[in-house]
């Protein structure tokens, strides 16, 4: 279904009421906020769009060889549409690979505990994910030769997750539930590390689904205050 505002392009694409035609400039396009998008975005286009991408990753495409005209064309846009909500390729690209990715779980909140073994549950996913997108895999090999679109996928995905468990193990501090003087953010790579290491540099080391458990409660054993 298309949504509001958007419609079907004579090429069987997707445009919205503000889009320009096949191939034109950037005259009209709204001005975009730092790292971010412009105008309110019809999720009809953004998926047309985002599937361009993969569709073109899918032919054999590679990351440096993708343009934003291509894309467009792919996904039967004009380039301004695609504009007016990513302010580059990374941006867009990093939206190609939330798509891949499985959804954080929402956090318990019942204990320090059981909420880092909750975002480390979304971390076991998404390397299950990984290991079963060739695609997947392929895109993020490629990213080692983007500087750009690493920096980008680092500040606008993984920064944020970081931060979230830097919260958590902050609540523990202050819950009594970990030791006052632990640099948090080392207790935050001694919980991620051992599941990053199966997923990315142990493809064949189980991930199985107690696995988040088990690294939290050895973590743990290690940063939990002394018992009075």
């Known amino acids: 279904m298309v949504h509001k505002g958007a419609s079907v392009t004579s090429g069987g694409g997707v445009a919205d009421s503000g889009d320009v035609a096949e191939g034109g400039d950037f005259a009209g396009a709204a ?3 730092k790292g971010g998008r412009g105008r309110p975005r019809s999720e009809a ?11 073109l990753l899918e032919d054999g495409v590679s990351l440096t060889e993708l343009s934003i005209e ?4 792919t996904a039967g846009v004009g380039k301004a549409t695609i504009y007016r909500r990513w302010d580059g390729k990374e941006a867009l690209f990093v939206d190609v690979l939330r798509a891949f990715e499985e959804p954080d779980l ?5 204990s320090m505990r059981d909420d880092l073994v909750c975002v480390l549950e979304s971390l076991r996913r998404r390397g299950l994910t990984m290991r079963s997108s060739t695609l ?4 993020f090999a490629q990213m080692k030769t983007l500087p750009k679109l690493a920096e980008a996928y ?3 995905v993984v920064a944020p997750r970081r931060r979230i468990i830097v919260d958590v193990l902050r609540r523990g501090v202050e819950d009594g539930e970990l030791r006052a003087d632990i640099d948090l953010e080392m ?3 001694l919980f991620v ?3 990053l290491l199966r997923t990315i540099l142990r493809p064949g080391a189980p991930l199985d689904d107690h696995l988040a458990e088990r690294i939290v409660d050895t973590v743990l054993e290690g940063l939990r205050p002394p018992p009075r």
């Open 187 to 189: 207790a935050n790579d």
């Open 45 to 55: 286009v953004e998926q047309a769009i985002i599937e361009g991408v993969v569709r």
């Open 70 to 73: 291509r894309i467009a064309r």
């Open 193 to 195: 590390g051992p599941m």
């Open 154 to 156: 680092q500040e606008t």
């Open 106 to 110: 929402e956090r318990p909140g019942t």
């Open 136 to 139: 997947l895999h392929n895109v």
């Open 31 to 33: 001005p975009l906020s």
